[in-house]
């Protein structure tokens, strides 16, 4: 749909769908697998424009706004309204508030009643609160109502950066470029008004808040969203809430496929159908097919399908996507052994030995339209041969505008080739027009001379001890005595596992991975079960591991074998 010849952005069309299909149902809240809160289109724009008059009438106009919300309505009508007033919405979680206040130059906070209650409650942040207004907009009385069409050209909204590998950067994104990020969603996942999303990754990423939320209203597709610690505390309820509202549009990072992999016992399958579920998106870390092949073997029998699946790649930096598989296609694979690529059914039809699941790199697809990708060996600055390892540098016609406060681009994550790339820190390579990515530049492990990801090594680990097969661990190097050495951080649960059996499994540790990669960890370490950090979307934060044990705050440390000392 277009508005004066150009795509409507995403305020002006919220307001054609409230003035066209005021009565059709926009967003709905799930709280426990129960409808919370809804609201039709014309709700979604009263509320909204009243809360944008608010904005006006007080001239938060202009300015970066903070918005600490926790998954619901509140945050939608808040970060709409913003967006119909002209101010510039930043979502956020509980951060040290006032230095990120200070870096964007934020002097306002929204938020709702109980979230206020909770960050005053919070040490870290109460002490950062006194600088800062905060406004409970769901306390206010709202009379006048506002709506205003915004300027392409115009910034829409901040989006920090997940900071699971490094530190968060506030991306700027304009309105030209929302509608652009949306529209090119739209088409590769094929939204329309008969589409059902549904979304627990947080708003405060990229994903939760662009392909769950702003895409299927953008597109007047149903809409539910609940919260990511429903999920996580309940795998069976996404499931279960996907087959319950027949919903076409969804999705999360590879861990949230690996939750319901492990943890969906066969009984909790009763009654599910998930044959409705046509886009089964898989991206904001690196794809694992493991997981993937484990999610289809488990899930096919109640109408999941290989084919549904969609591994893809996508960066805040450029509003999104960036590639996805093709259409109506089961992803494909990259043998490393036959050294040639070949699809998920393919594997199963011909009954290849799918144990040997980690010589499968998935694919994240082809390239959208309109976007350039270089792979560059990161210390030379060289391209590298197709099929070779290196940096995605990545250029597009409607680049990104830089990060708040300093909009351009002499940001070192940007180098000029041809043209000016950007760097995304991300180790991948191309492959008959596929990109598959293989981990981060700066987690990568380099042992006597050979170079390693994380996964390369972790992936191994839980083939060593079957009281560890299902439980979280991380690999790092650190240079010790000028030489990097291997470090294992490994989660185990202390109901299962005894004391006694610590030595056993360090040492299984230790055999499995002389025995499938040939090298020797210096330390491996025993913590408990939920010590590693994660983002509060669940991805796991390897960097922040590192330096907690580094500098010794890992804390809740059961055992450690450092070398020649145990203790």
């Known amino acids: 749909m277009s508005f004066l010849g150009e795509p409507m952005n995403f305020v002006d069309m919220i307001n054609h769908h409230a003035q066209h299909s005021p009565h059709d149902p926009a967003l709905i809240f799930l709280e426990d697998t129960l409808e919370k809160e809804q609201l039709t289109f014309k709700e979604l724009h009263q509320k909204v424009s009243a809360l944008a008059g608010y904005l006006l009438e007080n001239k938060l106009t202009d300015t970066p706004l903070l918005l600490i919300y926790p998954a619901g309505l509140e945050f939608v009508i808040a970060f709409i309204a913003c967006l119909y007033a002209g101010a510039i919405p930043v979502p956020v979680d509980f951060k040290p508030l006032q230095p990120l206040a200070n870096e964007i130059k934020a002097k306002v906070i929204l938020t709702e009643t109980k979230t206020k209650a909770l960050l005053f409650a919070d040490k870290h942040t109460h002490t950062h609160l006194t600088a800062l207004i905060i406004i409970e907009t769901n306390a206010l009385t709202l009379k006048t109502q506002t709506y205003t069409t915004a300027a392409s050209n115009k910034i829409a909204y901040l989006q920090y950066t997940s900071g699971s590998t490094a530190y968060s950067k506030a991306v700027i994104t ?12 739209s088409t590769a996942w094929r939204y329309d008004e008969k589409s ?78 998930l044959s409705r579920w046509k886009v089964a998106i898989c991206a904001g870390e690196t794809v694992q ?26 960066i805040s930096e450029l509003s999104g996507l960036v590639a996805t598989k093709k259409w109506g296609q089961t992803p494909v694979l990259y043998d490393t052994l036959l050294q040639q690529s070949i699809s998920i059914t393919t594997l199963e039809q011909e009954n290849v030995n799918v144990n040997l699941d980690n010589n499968f790199i998935v694919s994240c697809g082809p390239l959208l339209p309109g976007i350039t990708m270089k792979i560059v060996h990161p210390e030379r600055k060289e391209i590298v041969p197709q099929g070779a390892i290196g940096e995605i540098w990545l250029s597009a016609t409607k680049c990104f505008n830089g990060y708040w406060p300093n909009n351009n681009k002499t940001d070192p994550c940007f180098e000029t080739l041809d043209k000016i790339y950007y760097k995304t820190g991300d180790l991948g390579f191309e492959k008959d027009g596929e990109l598959f990515l293989t981990g981060r530049l700066k987690e990568l492990i380099v042992i006597y001379g050979k170079k390693y990801t994380p996964m390369d090594i972790e992936s191994k680990i839980p083939q060593a001890h079957s009281s560890i097969a299902h439980e979280l661990n991380v690999a790092f190097s650190n240079e010790i005595e000028h030489k990097e ?46 010590t590693i950090p994660k983002t509060n979307s669940g991805k796991v934060q390897r960097l922040l591991a590192k330096q907690l044990f580094i500098e010794n705050n890992m804390g809740s440390i059961l055992y450690q074998h450092i070398k020649n000392l145990e203790f």
């Open 289 to 314: 097919f493991k997981t993937l092949n484990q999610f289809y073997q488990k899930f096919k029998s109640v109408g999941f399908e290989a084919s549904h699946f969609y591994p893809s790649f996508g």
């Open 196 to 273: 059902v999303s549904l979304s627990w990754t947080p708003h405060t990423y990229s994903y939760g808040l662009v392909v769950g939320i702003l895409t299927p209203l953008y597109n007047k597709s149903l809409t539910f969203i609940m919260s990511a610690q429903n999920f996580i505390n309940h795998p069976s309820s996404w499931l279960t809430l996907i087959s319950k509202y027949q919903v076409t549009h969804s999705g999360c990072p590879n861990f949230g496929y690996d939750l319901c992999a492990q943890h969906i016992a066969t009984q909790e399958l009763t009654g599910i159908n």
């Open 485 to 530: 050495a291997l470090f294992i951080l490994q989660e185990i649960d202390e109901d299962i596992v005894r004391q006694r059996d610590f030595i056993t499994i360090v040492e299984a540790i230790k055999v499995t991975l002389y025995e499938q990669l040939g090298i020797n960890p210096y330390g491996i370490i025993l913590l408990k079960k939920g």
């Open 174 to 185: 304009s309105h030209q470029e929302l509608t652009r990020g949306i529209r090119d969603i």
